[in-house]
């Protein structure tokens, strides 16, 4: 009976299933209307309600020309970010630390098409929880529309003609 019960008190741990619900998002910021043409940027952020210390994130865009990316320099460990047609893909690591709650994963500059119209911005992946094993977490997607504007024309200025005045005339 001893050795059953040890054989029990050991295994029970390993055998027991994991009921800890981590969750994790992605946010994509909202930059709000743009005029056709313009250049902008937008951040990309992962919230996680457990400790995590890795992060997978892909974005997609649409109706935008891609500029330019930027990863959040705290991530120490990275691959990418590479961009392949509309999507832009981006692992990091935080070696020997982790981040709880929000964080920025990258910036990424756009330039708004020549018509108006809407784009979309989307982002979505993973996060490895800093528990020792890795455990991935599957995040929620967000996503942003952006308005692209005509731009109203420019004021014209009024000039007025000048007055000249002389004591001689």
Same mark, same amino acid.
């Given at each position: 009976?001893?050795?059953?019960?040890?054989?029990?008190?050991?295994?029970?741990?390993?055998?027991? =299933?994991?009921?800890?619900?981590?969750?994790?998002?992605?946010?994509?910021?909202?930059?709000? $209307? $743009?005029? %056709?043409?313009?250049?902008?940027?937008?951040?990309?952020? =992962?919230?996680?309600?457990?400790?995590?210390?890795?992060?997978?994130?892909?974005?997609?865009?649409?109706?935008?020309?891609?500029?330019?990316?930027?990863?959040?320099?705290?991530?120490?460990? =990275?691959?990418?970010?590479?961009?392949?047609?509309?999507?832009?893909?981006?692992?990091?690591? $935080?070696?020997?630390?982790?981040?709880?709650?929000?964080?920025?994963?990258?910036?990424?500059?756009?330039?708004?098409?020549?018509?108006?119209?809407?784009?979309?911005?989307?982002?979505?992946?993973?996060?490895?929880?800093?528990?020792?094993?890795?455990? $991935?977490?599957?995040?929620?997607?967000?996503? %942003?529309?952006?308005?692209?504007?005509?731009?109203?024309?420019?004021?014209?200025?009024? =000039?007025?003609?000048? %007055?000249?005045?002389?004591?001689?005339?």
């Amino acid at each position: 009976i001893i050795n059953a019960t040890l054989i029990v008190f050991f295994l029970l741990p390993i055998l027991s =299933v994991n009921t800890f619900a981590a969750t994790s998002s992605f946010s994509v910021s909202n930059p709000g $209307k $743009k005029n %056709t043409g313009e250049t902008f940027s937008v951040n990309i952020n =992962v919230s996680g309600s457990e400790a995590y210390n890795a992060v997978t994130a892909n974005v997609s865009f649409s109706n935008l020309t891609y500029v330019s990316v930027s990863a959040n320099s705290e991530w120490t460990g =990275v691959s990418g970010p590479t961009r392949s047609g509309n999507t832009i893909s981006f692992s990091g690591a $935080k070696l020997g630390g982790s981040f709880s709650g929000s964080k920025r994963v990258l910036t990424v500059t756009f330039k708004a098409p020549n018509t108006a119209g809407t784009s979309s911005i989307s982002a979505s992946g993973t996060i490895a929880l800093a528990d020792g094993a890795g455990t $991935k977490v599957n995040g929620s997607s967000g996503s %942003t529309s952006v308005t692209i504007q005509t731009p109203p024309p420019p004021t014209p200025t009024v =000039v007025s003609e000048p %007055t000249v005045t002389s004591s001689t005339h």
